[in-house]
């Protein structure tokens, strides 16, 4: 018999979005995989209990139907049936939901989708969270079968995404009113449980904890106010920009704006966690989302629901016994190393199919760099973890039939590019981004992605590099020049002269040149298509006249915009002064290196060499310069990224980079080293 003791937590999410994600229509494929991207659904509502103590939830059946509905539909990517588990009412049991997650971790391989919706019970008792499915006992339904636990549904969702790298989404319709036996359902605690991340996925949630989930006949005849939005806003209502795909910012924003619009002055705030950048869902002209909700018709034939005899699993006999010999530090606690490695040793108790160390990753994506031991025995492993310079989130997943733990290991890594080249400890990094996606004046279009480009790079520079970032966004010429002189303020310091202080600064935005005089001119908010004299723009003399003057030993600067090229009079003293031939982007970076360029002043430039259209990039894709940049920031092994390894990068853009140096200051030997530190700095 399956019991609560044996199951992990349920948490009801709508695994909606990551279905929309790669299914079907319209969605690029990696062409390394030779098994081609399945997307897989578990579907759940239940509006009536088994047990009357526990509050029905009107339309939770009926949400679900318009789920499966919408899935089956060409706009939901027409699932096969048999990729489906629909689950509603008193087919939505412990042990038919445990079977589901069973099923999906033997059908999923890597790179496959797993949509998860949950419409139902939540609650938290004595530091647990339990989904409550159909035959949950009340109250004491910790002691049986019908409830299931955080515990067991996390260790399945570890499987998934750590192990078999499946691509996962959960959407949550919780926050239904009511009290179990005194306790509140769906209260914060629960959220506590379900709303972090196991890896990359994406968890929407109805409503932010305490706050009560609507339903009525008003939507769609008898709906959730969410799932009713929800699926009229992937159906195509969502798609904002016309581009016919729809990121959970475009979702955000219509969920929003539907909810408020039909409440008024009653709130429903939603609470999401994943990246707003995502590209959620393609969509398919002609869609008509209310006839997802006018019918029980379940447009094919519903899999056989999952045996609960078949699915039954002995929790204690599953589960991986594993021992970390060294480190012994607890898991409060973080080890201090000076060292780019960690020596684990690790002693698995039993037979354990899969044991997998994941060093530090980066935000976006799991590490493609996992240490591994397949089919491990009781004897000891030894692995050399890569560390990176900061605080490092070491992770050990094993893994035995179903059930997945995690041990987790911090460790702060104390070999900072200023210890390993011997540099001063004064050295700074400063970074201003300049943005501008919007104007005044309608005859300059708006741009998809300086801003979003801008926030992504502050990010990288920020988290990584050390920089301390300031930005600007959609600024008029006024803010620019407020800007430029509270830091000739700010670095009057003659000190800053003397240390190896950096200043980047990032322009994204529109350009244009005056093509009787060559001079190039950054376009401000503010500036007027119709000024024959640009007095309304920004001169990129003056722009190099007083970064030129700033009391900062190295400054490097970033052009991304039309009309930055060859002849803008800008760059006019490449023509007219040597430049010194630039070292191999592959030169092997040393200490003595590193010091050496140090010494000398630096006032260099990097921008596109086009005197035309730069393009700007499918909007929330990046630019494609920006994207090379950033591609540049996340390469260098070594932790050092020199300024030719950075225009080898921007080279393979659609605008070749032009690259030399500005004002009167800078010195034959030059360059913009950037050191890779991990230290997390504030972003302004």
């Keep these: 018999m399956l019991t609560v003791h044996h199951i992990h937590a349920a948490m009801r999410s709508i695994f909606l979005l990551l279905l929309l994600l790669l299914v079907g229509r319209g969605i690029a494929q990696n062409p390394q995989l030779t098994h081609i991207p399945t997307t897989y659904a578990i579907v759940l509502g239940i509006s009536d209990y088994l047990n009357p103590d526990i509050p029905d939830i009107p339309f939770a059946d009926k949400d679900a139907l318009a789920m499966y509905q919408y899935l089956r539909s060409p706009q939901g990517g027409q699932l096969d049936t048999n990729n489906i588990q629909l689950l509603i009412n008193e087919q939505a049991t412990a042990a038919h939901l445990a079977g589901a997650l069973r099923w999906a971790i033997d059908n999923c391989q890597q790179e496959d989708r797993l949509f998860f919706y949950y419409n139902g019970h939540c609650i938290n008792l004595n530091k647990k969270t339990f989904f409550l499915c159909f035959d949950s006992p009340s109250p004491d339904f910790l002691l049986g079968g019908g409830a299931l636990s955080t515990d067991y549904f996390n260790r399945a969702v570890e499987t998934l995404s750590l192990q078999k790298q499946v691509k996962t989404l959960f959407i949550f319709d919780i926050g239904h009113p009511g009290k179990i036996t005194g306790n509140p359902i769906n209260d914060k605690a629960v959220y506590r449980d379900l709303y972090p991340r196991i890896a990359n996925e994406i968890k929407l949630f109805s409503a932010e904890p305490d706050v009560q989930n609507r339903s009525g006949t008003q939507w769609g005849g008898g709906h959730s106010i969410f799932t009713y939005f929800l699926i009229k806003g992937v159906a195509g209502e969502a798609d904002y920009d016309k581009d016919n795909s729809i990121t959970l910012y475009e979702l955000r924003h219509y969920l929003e704006i539907s909810l408020d619009g039909a409440l008024g002055s009653e709130r429903q705030d939603l609470l999401i966690n994943g990246y707003e950048s995502e590209v959620l869902c393609r969509v398919v002209p002609g869609a008509n989302p209310e006839a997802f909700f006018k019918t029980d018709d379940r447009q094919g034939t519903v899999p056989n629901l999952p045996n609960s005899n078949d699915?039954?699993?002995?929790?204690?006999?599953?589960?991986?016994?594993?021992?970390?010999?060294?480190?012994?530090?607890?898991?409060?606690?973080?080890?201090?190393?000076?060292?780019?490695?960690?020596?684990?040793?690790?002693?698995?108790?039993?037979?354990?199919?899969?044991?997998?160390?994941?060093?530090?990753?980066?935000?976006?994506?799991?590490?493609?760099?996992?240490?591994?031991?397949?089919?491990?025995t009781p004897q000891k492993y030894s692995y050399n973890v890569p560390l990176r310079p900061g605080l490092n989130t070491i992770r050990v997943v094993a893994t035995k039939n179903v059930t997945t733990i995690v041990d987790t290991i911090q460790v702060y890594a104390d070999f900072s590019p200023k210890l390993r080249f011997g540099l001063d400890d004064q050295l700074r990094y400063y970074a201003l981004f300049i943005g501008n996606d919007h104007y005044q004046d309608a005859g300059f279009v708006p741009l998809n992605n300086p801003r979003f480009d801008c926030r992504t790079l502050a990010q990288e520079l920020s988290s990584n590099y050390g920089f301390e970032v300031d930005t600007l966004f959609d600024a008029d010429r006024a803010s620019i020049f407020n800007k430029l002189a509270a830091y000739s303020q700010r670095f009057q310091d003659p000190n800053y002269q003397k240390r190896n202080d950096h200043l980047l600064v990032f322009y994204g935005g529109h350009g244009v040149m005056d093509q009787s005089s060559g001079m190039g001119y950054m376009v401000a908010t503010d500036s007027k298509k119709d000024d024959p004299g640009f007095s309304s723009y920004v001169s990129y003399i003056e722009l190099q006249t007083r970064l030129d003057l700033?009391?900062?030993?190295?400054?490097?600067?970033?052009?991304?915009?039309?009309?930055?090229?060859?002849?803008?009079?800008?760059?006019?003293?490449?023509?007219?002064?040597?430049?010194?031939?630039?070292?191999?982007?592959?030169?092997?970076?040393?200490?003595?290196f590193v010091q050496e360029k140090m010494r000398f002043t630096t006032r260099r430039f990097l921008t596109s060499a086009q005197e035309n259209a730069v393009p700007d990039g499918a909007k929330g894709q990046h630019s494609p310069y920006a994207k090379q940049f950033l591609e540049a920031l996340k390469q260098p092994d070594n932790g050092v990224l020199t300024l030719e390894q950075l225009q080898t990068y921007l080279d393979k853009s659609s605008a070749k980079t032009l690259s030399g140096t500005f004002g009167n200051r800078n010195e034959p030997g030059s360059n913009f080293l950037m050191l890779k530190t991990g230290f997390n700095s504030c972003v302004l």
């Excluded at 010999?325 to 020596?343: E, G, I, R």
């Excluded at 700033?550 to 060859?566: M, N, R, T």
Aim: hydrophobic residues 40%; charged residues 20%; glycine residues 4%.
């Design 311 to 376: 699915h039954s699993i002995d929790m204690e006999g599953d589960a991986p016994l594993l021992q970390r010999l060294y480190p012994t530090v607890c898991n409060n606690q973080a080890l201090l190393v000076h060292s780019d490695s960690l020596f684990l040793q690790l002693e698995p108790g039993n037979a354990i199919d899969l044991i997998r160390i994941y060093p530090q990753q980066s935000a976006e994506s799991a590490s493609t760099r996992a240490l591994e031991t397949r089919s491990a």
């Design 550 to 592: 700033l009391k900062v030993k190295h400054i490097l600067v970033v052009i991304d915009a039309c009309q930055s090229g060859s002849r803008c009079r800008f760059w006019e003293a490449v023509a007219s002064r040597g430049v010194e031939p630039a070292a191999q982007a592959n030169a092997q970076v040393s200490s003595q």
